[in-house]
């Protein structure tokens, strides 16, 4: 079968043959259905080294954003029935620690000594035509559409944990929350607090595109420049945001979302851009958190599978075959991607 290979550190991925795999012990054989292109795989094989990627040691199938319908079910696997749709939980822990019992894989206490850090991370993922999947990772999409589905698993899974775990502080009326960097994840954010929150959502990105989707979306658009953060302060009428989620991460973004919180504020990394903060312990805002967070657990996404099949969130994307998937990849790498790609073998 054809695939997208990460075959070396530092190196774009190649489109190659590969033989098909067979479904080992507790795991099930999808037949993929689609497969989105994230962000987290440019850091992957571009800017990963051993020693900073050494749980997405190549070689590997990329694609970590997979949907697909059941074709054949591993020994002492039972309940799943072929042509069933399911989308993949991509964390793949050790099972057992108190984390993973909870379905929370993706904090797996074992996480250092773990072969790999997800399906497509460390270990094959969807961007080919089958994959195999521990059944336990395996969320049923119901009648829902697999293919528009896909990006779920990272795009829509990642910032629902974020926002969750921000509740506390969207909880009552007049809120403000601010999501910055419109692109995969940004997009999905905005629908998840409108479903879940209040708040009156502030989006910025450097992108008119993007920030016409987001007002499309019942966002306020606020372009990414040095007048960001006045501009924000002026739209909550000088208090600051309640939560900002930041979905770019480099030092000027996380420094933007600091200065536009309010007292009491929580500013939530999800990023992956190296960018590093400066924290005045005797300052204003006070009381302002700022924590990182990584991916969900499984029971997050079987509640974004729900939300999909509700309607409380849509995804917009792009299609390439495997053929082209290379193509998207480009696309990503240079921000010319105007939705998520994902790839449809
Ligand atoms: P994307 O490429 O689809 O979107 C990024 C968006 O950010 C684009 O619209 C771009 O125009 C915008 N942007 C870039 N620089 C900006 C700036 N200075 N100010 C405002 N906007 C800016 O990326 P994505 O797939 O949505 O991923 C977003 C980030 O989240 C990536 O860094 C990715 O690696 C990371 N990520 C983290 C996790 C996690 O668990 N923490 C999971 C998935 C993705
Ligand atoms: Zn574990």
């Known amino acids: 079968m ?5 075959e070396q550190f530092n190196t774009f ?3 190659k043959e590969v033989p098909e795999p067979t479904p080992g012990s507790g795991e099930v054989l999808l037949k993929v259905a689609g497969a989105g292109c994230c962000h987290s795989d440019v850091s992957v094989f571009q800017d990963y080294t051993p020693e900073t990627g050494s749980h997405t040691k190549p070689p590997f199938i990329l694609g970590h954003e997979t949907t697909g319908w059941v074709e054949e079910v591993g020994p002492d696997v039972t ?3 072929k042509g069933d749709a399911y989308i993949v939980y991509g964390p793949t822990g050790c099972g057992h620690c108190p984390h993973c019992v909870a379905g929370q894989e993706n904090y797996c206490s074992s996480a250092a ?3 790999s850090l997800a399906l497509g991370l460390g270990r094959d993922g969807g961007m080919a035509e089958y994959m195999t999947v521990p059944a336990r990772n395996l969320v049923p999409l119901g009648d829902a559409d697999p293919i528009g589905a896909a990006p779920l698993a990272d795009a829509a899974l990642t910032p629902y944990h974020a926002i969750r775990a921000a509740m506390p502080h969207l909880n009552g009326g007049g809120k403000y929350a601010l999501v910055i960097g419109l692109g995969g ?3 999905i954010a905005i629908q998840i607090l409108h479903a879940l929150t209040g708040a009156t959502v502030i989006a910025t990105d450097t992108k008119p595109e993007a920030l016409a989707k987001a007002e499309a979306k019942g ?3 606020v372009m990414s420049d040095e007048h960001q953060v006045e501009n924000i302060r002026k739209i909550t009428h000088g208090e600051g945001v309640d939560a900002a989620f930041d979905f770019v991460g480099v030092a000027p973004t996380i420094a933007a979302a600091q200065a536009s919180g309010g007292p009491g504020s929580r500013v939530t990394v999800v990023g992956i851009a190296g960018g590093k903060a400066e924290y005045d312990w005797y300052s204003k805002p006070w009381e302002q958190e700022l924590l990182g967070v990584y991916w969900g657990s499984i029971p997050e996404l079987y509640d974004v599978a729900n ?3 509700h309607g409380q969130i849509q995804t917009e994307i792009e299609t390439y075959s495997l ?5 998207a990849y480009h696309k990503l790498v240079d921000n010319k991607l105007s939705a998520r790609a994902v790839v449809v073998p």
């Open 79 to 81: 309940g799943f029935k």
């Open 185 to 187: 994840l940004g997009q």
């Open 2 to 6: 054809k695939a997208v290979v990460f």
């Open 307 to 309: 939300m999909y099949r």
């Open 13 to 15: 991925p190649t489109l």
């Open 323 to 327: 053929d082209n998937a290379l193509d």
């Open 219 to 221: 966002a306020i658009p």
């Open 113 to 115: 000594t773990n072969k």
